[in-house]
Each structure stands twice: as C-alpha cells, then as structure tokens.
C-alpha cells in the first residue's frame, strides 16, 4: 500500500460525502432545537415590589419552612447575596435591622418531563470523530473505496452513540413561597407578604436535587426587587 496517498485519500473521502452530512447534521439540529426544549407550564406568583436599599444597611432574614435544612440553607443563601449583591450587612435581631425579609416557604411540586435536550456540539463533535474514524478504517480494508463506505458508517455510527447516551429525562420543579419586605424593621405582616413561584429545571433531578436551583431562583427574586440607591 501506498502510505503517502493516504491523506488524499481521506480527504476525498470526507468531500465526496460532506454534503450529506452536512443535511443530516442540519436536520439533527432542527430536530434539537424544536422538539426537545423543556416543559414551560405557566405559573403563577406575581412580581415582588421594588423597593429602595442602600449598602451598608443592616438586614434580617427570617425563613420559615417545615423543612429544617431547606430553612437553613435559603437563609444562608440569601443572606450571602445580600451581602454580595446589595452591600447590606446581616444581623441575628430583627430590632437591630433596617430591613427585614421574611420568606414562607410553600410547596415544591413537579411541572413535567420530558427527553433530555440533545447538545448540538456533541452531536457535531460525535459525527466528526464517526467520519474520521470510519475513513481510516475503510482505507486500510479497501483503499480509496472503503474510505468512502467508512465515512458513511462512521457518520452514522457518530449520530447514533450520541442518541444513545442523551435520553434521559429533563425534569422541571417549581416552587411557591411568601415574600415579606419591609424597610422600618418592622416584622413584614402576613397580609402584605407577596406569592412567588420559581421554576428550575434539570436533567433526571428529584426534588431533593432541585432543592439548591429553586433556592437561588428565589433568592434571585429577592435580591432583583432590592433597587441599589446611587
């Protein structure tokens, strides 16, 4: 066999068949992005009102929930972002905060399932190294010839691993809690605390995985209706 003719061998391999990969890959990925996306079932809550802040501020946060861990955990969160976020400083007595924030934490509730999205790099990455390694293999059974069945297969073998390995489930959680703001310090009352929902989503994720992303979508919610004052 003739070794330095082999990388034209390859090449010409890979040219004669790049515009059907090309086809396939462009219907993979349209495929993709049209039919895989997450569930989006509507939610309710509403927007947290805005309110003035301004660093060096002191701040209370008060969690209540029936999950001790998940009281913990969200109070520790948002208490971090607040220092990060908005520059307020965090004390353990409502009497000594200029502002304080009570969080109710409800129900933590599935909104769907669904096939796990497949990524458009893997999948073009998958194809590349099936092509490439269908071409050397085809060459060194049947020359030139092979090389071009083998980058067929190996196209096809690339998409299909990567089919494979992507069908998990891709799961989506919300979560409803009661926001209370206040700026005197004063206990915000129950009846002017606002219901929030959040949503988080990942992939094979039951409801203790989802707990953290939940927390700082809340947290989030929090931290955005706290207006820095310049």
Not at 27 to 34: D, E, F, M, R
Not at 52 to 63: E, I, L
Request: charged share 20%; proline share 6%; hydrophobic share 40%.
């Amino acid at each position: 066999m003739d070794t330095h003719k082999q990388p034209g061998q390859y090449g010409n391999a890979v040219r004669r068949f790049w515009p059907a990969i090309c086809i396939i890959l462009c219907l993979v990925l349209a495929g993709c992005a049209s039919t895989q996306q997450p569930p989006r079932s509507p939610l309710g809550g509403e927007p947290l009102s805005m309110l003035p802040v301004r660093a060096g501020q002191t701040a209370y946060v008060d969690v209540i929930a029936d999950d001790a861990a998940l009281r913990d955990d969200l109070a520790s969160m948002l208490t971090a972002y607040l220092q990060s976020e908005r520059g307020l400083n965090p004390v353990e007595q409502p009497s000594a905060a200029d502002i304080h924030i009570r969080v109710r934490v409800g129900e933590i509730f599935p909104l769907g399932r669904t096939n796990a999205p497949v990524s458009g790099g893997r999948t073009l990455a998958g194809a590349a190294t099936g092509t490439a390694l269908g071409v050397m293999l085809g060459n060194a059974v049947d020359g030139s010839r092979g090389s071009a069945w083998g980058a067929g297969a190996g196209l096809l073998l690339g998409l299909g691993t990567v089919f494979l390995d992507s069908q998990g489930k891709y799961t989506s959680w919300g979560m409803r809690a009661e926001v209370g703001i206040s700026t005197d310090g004063r206990t915000p009352d129950r009846d002017a605390m606002q219901r929030v929902e959040v949503r988080a989503e990942g992939a094979d994720m039951d409801r203790q995985e989802i707990v953290p992303a939940l927390e700082d979508r809340l947290c989030m919610e929090i931290i955005n209706a706290l207006q820095s004052e310049q």
